[in-house]
């Protein structure tokens, strides 16, 4: 006990040592040695003797350190294999528990040499999945590539793109937990499966068709000059026109039909929820065959081309798109819609 008493005693003591060493206050030293009646004369610089002694310091305390970590490491090593050991005996397990059941219930034994076959097949079938998945991750990064320079085109502003995103049913992609417990699929994996999920939510929340199958466009979505008003505004849809007769008008979307009444300035209008904050307008409208509350998918027919409201250029459709209440360019978002569907299709 008194050995031990010692120890912390002096280690207690050790950083005030260290300083007292550091800040002493040396002076110079003369040794004077005899040889064969002749005196020889050595002298040591304060100097010296102060850069010996820190510099002995300093030597103390990075060897101190690394004695430190490597101990910490060989712990940490230590830990690992006996994890991995671990790991190894639960998959032995499992497989003599699987051999055993294949085996009408009957206890299975391995020897060696069949002990390092199964090892083998083990470790032949865990590269071919980690190529597998680099090879996998190496097409989902170009696929998000492609996304991302199609949602640029689709003129979608972060803001919007961020309303789409939070109104999603999953609130947002979040790794499954047997993905989180795999670690194949961590790290930069992880970051570009959730990366394309993201995108896909919000490109997969965008219509990809228009209401009109044959149409010509009468006015773009822009700024524009007002018909009635002869004044610059900003025109928040498209003005369609049908270019075969056929004035049915059909939901882009799949939703919910959320207003279907007449307008001062659009007539008969129908307004349709769909998912992800994304909404559509129909306006002018001769008929309204659908009501509020109605569901309606893209076969369902919402009324006809028509020329009600405050409309001053012959009968044609305003049709909007908007996200989080803001208006966006329904031709830009159709045709980045109708890509991603191409991608999809091709993919299956």
């Known amino acids: ?3 031990v008493h010692s120890y912390l005693t002096y280690a207690r003591r050790l950083p005030e040592l260290v300083k007292r060493t550091w800040t002493r206050d040396y002076q110079d030293v003369r040794l004077i040695l005899e040889q064969s009646g002749d005196l020889k004369y050595f002298n040591i610089p304060a100097t010296v003797q102060r850069y010996f002694a820190r510099g002995f310091i300093v030597t103390g305390l990075v060897l101190t350190g690394l004695i430190f970590v490597l101990s910490m490491s ?3 090593l230590g830990l690992s294999r006996a994890r991995l050991e671990h790991s190894h005996k639960e998959v032995y397990r499992a497989l003599l528990s699987s051999a055993s059941e294949n085996n009408g219930g009957e206890a299975v034994s391995l020897n060696d040499e069949q002990m390092v076959a199964l090892a083998q097949t083990i470790r032949d079938r865990d590269m071919s999945i980690r190529r ?3 090879t996998s991750m190496v097409t989902v990064s170009e696929e998000n590539d492609t996304l991302k320079a199609q949602l640029e085109t689709s003129g979608l502003t972060e803001k919007i793109i961020k309303i789409i995103q939070q109104n999603s049913s999953s609130g947002g992609f979040s790794m499954d937990t047997d993905i989180q417990s795999n670690p194949l699929l961590r790290g930069k994996v992880a ?3 959730s990366t394309n999920r993201s995108l896909r939510e919000v490109l997969y929340a965008l219509p990809n068709h228009m209401p009109v199958a044959n149409f010509s466009v009468s006015s773009d979505f822009g700024i524009r000059k007002h018909p009635l008003t002869g004044k610059s505004h900003f025109h928040t849809g498209l003005d369609l026109m049908s270019e075969t007769g056929d004035d049915k008008v059909l939901a ?3 939703g919910i ?3 279907a009444e007449y307008h001062p300035q659009y007539g008969n209008t129908v307004v349709i929820r769909h998912s992800n904050g994304v909404e559509s307008l129909y306006a002018h409208l001769a008929k309204l065959t659908v009501k509020v509350s109605d569901k309606v998918t893209t076969e369902s027919l919402l009324g006809y081309i028509g020329n009600t409201g405050e409309s001053s250029t012959g009968k044609h459709l305003h049709f909007e798109i908007l996200v989080g209440g803001y208006p966006v360019n329904p031709q830009k978002v159709i045709r980045t819609a109708q890509y991603v569907q191409q991608i999809q299709n091709s993919n299956k």
Do not use: A, C, G
């Open 132 to 134: 597998f998945v680099e």
């Open 74 to 76: 060989t712990l940490w």
């Open 191 to 193: 970051d570009e499966l």
């Open 252 to 254: 882009v979307k799949p």
């Open 257 to 259: 039909v959320v207003m």
């Open 1 to 3: 006990m008194r050995s």
